[in-house]
């Protein structure tokens, strides 16, 4: 098993943002569905979108892209379309996409910060 089987053994639920608000103005989301990956409790310093430091809570290892605004959460959680209502669901609010240097199949690690 290589490094990248390694780092997605783990079911994450992901809730991607829709790009609209709801009736109250919250951030609306589109379908929630399971993603591999690696979940960290850790903390991390990082820059986010606006050029704040802020630090994360957890680092996610994912096995496909997800955006900024979006929700991870620790094992399936499919049947619950709010990610705010699940308990341990955290905002995305940091990635990163690091391309491997070897380039081997186009290989690349994507991190989310929490």
Same mark, same amino acid.
Request: proline fraction near 4%; charge should be negative; include cysteine.
């Given at each position: 098993?290589g490094?990248y089987e390694?780092?997605?053994?783990?079911?994450?639920?992901y809730?991607?943002?829709s790009?609209?608000?709801?009736?109250?103005?919250n951030q609306?989301?589109?379908?929630?569905?399971?993603?591999? =990956?690696?979940?960290?409790?850790?903390?991390?310093?990082?820059?986010? %979108?606006?050029? &704040? @430091?802020? +630090?994360s809570?957890?680092?996610?290892?994912?096995?496909?892209?997800?955006?900024?605004?979006?929700?991870?959460a620790? =094992?399936?959680q499919?049947?619950?379309?709010?990610?705010?209502?699940v %308990?341990?669901? &955290? @905002?995305? +609010?940091?990635?990163?996409?690091?391309?491997?240097?070897?380039?081997?199949?186009?290989?690349?690690?994507?991190?989310?910060?929490?």
């Amino acid at each position: 098993m290589g490094i990248y089987e390694k780092l997605a053994a783990q079911t994450i639920t992901y809730w991607p943002p829709s790009g609209s608000r709801d009736a109250y103005g919250n951030q609306a989301f589109g379908s929630p569905a399971t993603i591999g =990956g690696f979940w960290m409790d850790k903390q991390e310093l990082f820059v986010d %979108a606006e050029g &704040r @430091e802020v +630090r994360s809570n957890a680092v996610v290892f994912v096995d496909q892209d997800c955006q900024l605004g979006g929700y991870l959460a620790e =094992g399936d959680q499919t049947a619950t379309a709010d990610p705010t209502a699940v %308990a341990g669901a &955290r @905002e995305i +609010r940091g990635w990163e996409k690091i391309p491997h240097l070897r380039q081997v199949a186009a290989k690349t690690t994507r991190k989310a910060l929490l």
